[in-house]
Each structure stands twice: as structure tokens, then as C-alpha cells.
């Protein structure tokens, strides 16, 4: 029997942490903000006309975007729910938005800020009564689930633009990896139904698991949520609940991004939208710069100009949007964070005993 590689609480959250604080990152970080200001200066007639562009919003449309965006954010929250929930432990809704928020807030203040926000997420649901190895499972889970549900949104994007823009590039690539991705998944399906498969496939899961502590840990973690999904809620027809608020939550996103351009009374690129939508998060994902500062903007301009709008209404959809997904989430979240943290020191925190 294989054994377990040393350990103790923590070790799910503290290598991230560490990784995040390498000083490259912040090199990186200044390098590139520092490059989005250059462009900002050379641009900034059309930065001037995309500001006034902005004053002519239509504030009810602007409200319209701000509920999307929440959407988005208490499906994600409802995503971890469901997957504690899965796992045995039961979290609020609203607590559980209330760390999606603080979650969202610190990933979006440092390079690397994905890092700390796990970890800060990990240590809260700790207190709030939740086993070290489901919390990791969470948080592992979940983001597998985002990761997968964002490359539909880029399948889908680049099939509908078609041979436009950039995307068309990327679509052979893209296809041919989202069938590649299909075909492995129906064989390891039809395979599993072999009893020797199922054992030969769990021996190698966890032999690759004691080359690395980290890996091991993950290992543990969703081999032990699998587990209890498997037990009380058998077959696959459970996991589409899970799948769908992954999806949603990037969905309600691009309903953002969507309606902050029809609050300003352009016409949508619906053509490209998704695609540039798709490009752009994966880009804002490397978290380069604290909350993708810089790589977010200039990516999303640049693709929204070759599909179809003006510069100046580029760089206006942008910012708007920017504003409502981040800027204004920033003080929210610091502020839920602050809450759930004075809670915890009080020793109150919220479990949850109710739908």
C-alpha cells in the first residue's frame, strides 16, 4: 500500500503562498503596468474622447450590468457551497458570498494574489468547521470547474466568430483540442468500467501523487470528495448542477461586459464578443499584475477594435467594464473581508443549518 509523504495542516495553501511572493512576480508586475501607462499616455486623445464617451452612460443600463456581475459572483459562491455541501459541511450562502467577495478583492490587490486569496479562503472555512482536506478539495474543485467551463466559452467564441479577428488563428488548435479532450474523456470513461483498469489508473494516480507533497495533497483531497459525491449522490446527473453555476458564473461576466456596451449605446459585436471575452480572461488569469491591471485593458481593447468598434469605444467599453467587475468590488470585498475576519477573532463564525 502506498504510503502517505510527510505533512501537516497547511501544506494545501502555504506552497502557493510562497510561490506568489517570488520577486519575479513583482518585476513582471511593474514592468507591465508600467508599459500600460506608456500606451496610455501615446493614446490619451482617445482616452479623453472614450471619458467623455462615458459621461453619456445610461445609468439604468449601467445597473442592469452591476446585478450581472453580482450574479456571476453569488454563482461562484454557490458553486463552493455545493461542493462543501457534497462533502459533508454546511457554509451560508451568504457567508459563503461574503468570502467569494474578500476572496475575489485580495486576489485582485497583489501579484500573484490568487495565491493569498486560497490560502485566506482555506484558513476561514478552517474556522467555519471545515475539514483541511475538503477545504482544499473546494477550492481545487472548484477551480478545475472554472478553468473547464471557461475553454467551452472559448470553443463556443472562436467556432462563432468564425474567420475573423484573432481567434480564427486559434480555432483549428482550439477544436482540435477540445475533441482530443472529448475522446479522452469517453475512453477513460468506457475504460473504467474494468475493474483492473480502475485499479492500475488509481496505482498511478498515486505513485505520480508522492513526487510532490502539494500534488498529494490535492490527490487526497478530491480522491476524498469523489468519494462522498459517489456515496450519496451516485452517477454523473449531480455534477450538472455544479457545472452549470461554473458556467453561469462566467456567463453572467460576459453579460456584463455585454451590457456596459449597450449602456453606451454601441452596437454589440456579437460576432466577436465571446471570443474576445474568452482571450481576454484567459490572459487576466496568468495574474501577472495585481488584478490583471494592464493585461485585462489592453487585451480587451485591442480585441474589441478588431472586432468592429472604434478605438474610442473600445477603450470606453473597457473601462466601464472594469469599473463595474473591479474596481468597485475592491472596497466591497476588503470590507466583507474585514467583517468575516473580526468574526472569526470573536470566535463567531457562521456554520450554516439552513438552505
Not at 501607462?37 to 486623445?45: E, G, P, S
Not at 474589441?304 to 475592491?330: D, F, K, N
Amino acid at each position: 500500500m502506498v504510503g502517505r509523504p510527510g505533512g501537516h495542516e497547511g501544506d494545501l495553501t502555504r506552497a502557493p503562498v510562497r510561490a506568489a511572493v517570488r520577486p519575479w512576480w513583482w518585476v513582471v508586475a511593474a514592468v507591465l503596468v508600467a508599459l500600460a501607462v506608456a500606451v496610455a499616455v501615446t493614446r490619451r486623445h482617445e482616452l479623453v474622447s472614450a471619458v467623455r464617451l462615458i459621461g453619456e452612460v445610461r445609468p439604468y443600463r449601467l445597473l442592469v450590468a452591476a446585478v450581472c456581475e453580482a450574479a456571476s459572483l453569488l454563482c461562484l459562491a454557490a458553486l463552493q457551497r455545493w461542493l462543501l455541501r457534497a462533502g459533508g459541511a454546511r457554509v451560508r450562502l451568504r457567508a459563503m458570498a461574503a468570502l467569494v467577495l474578500a476572496g475575489n478583492a485580495i486576489a485582485g490587490a497583489l501579484p500573484g494574489g490568487a495565491a493569498f486569496a486560497a490560502a485566506w479562503v482555506f484558513r476561514r472555512l478552517r474556522r467555519r468547521g471545515v475539514e483541511q482536506v475538503l477545504a482544499g478539495a473546494v477550492l481545487a474543485g472548484a477551480g478545475t470547474l472554472s478553468a473547464l467551463s471557461l475553454f467551452v466559452l472559448l470553443v463556443a467564441g472562436v467556432l462563432v466568430a468564425g474567420s475573423s479577428g484573432p481567434a480564427s488563428g486559434l480555432r483549428g488548435a482550439v477544436v482540435a483540442l477540445a475533441v482530443a479532450a472529448l475522446v479522452v474523456a469517453g475512453v477513460a470513461v468506457g475504460l473504467s468500467r474494468f475493474p483492473r483498469v480502475r485499479r492500475r489508473a488509481w496505482r498511478g494516480w498515486r505513485r505520480l501523487g508522492l513526487r510532490s507533497r502539494r500534488l498529494w495533497d490535492v490527490e487526497q483531497a478530491l480522491s476524498r470528495l469523489g468519494r462522498h459525491v459517489r456515496a450519496t449522490r451516485p452517477g454523473p446527473r449531480p455534477w450538472l448542477r455544479p457545472a452549470a453555476l461554473a458556467v453561469l458564473n462566467w456567463g453572467f461576466d460576459l453579460a456584463c461586459l455585454v451590457t456596459c456596451v449597450w449602456s453606451l449605446g454601441i452596437g454589440v459585436p456579437w460576432h466577436g464578443i465571446l471570443a474576445a471575452y474568452a482571450l481576454t480572461q484567459f490572459a487576466g488569469s496568468l495574474r501577472l499584475t495585481p488584478g490583471g491591471l494592464g493585461v485585462v485593458e489592453t487585451s480587451l481593447t485591442a480585441l474589441l477594435v478588431v472586432y468592429g468598434l472604434s478605438t474610442e469605444q473600445a477603450i470606453a467599453v473597457t473601462l466601464l467594464y472594469r469599473v463595474v467587475s473591479y474596481w468597485a468590488l475592491q472596497p466591497v470585498g476588503w470590507a466583507c473581508g474585514l467583517g468575516l475576519t473580526l468574526a472569526d477573532r470573536r470566535g463567531t463564525p457562521e456554520s450554516d443549518h439552513a438552505a
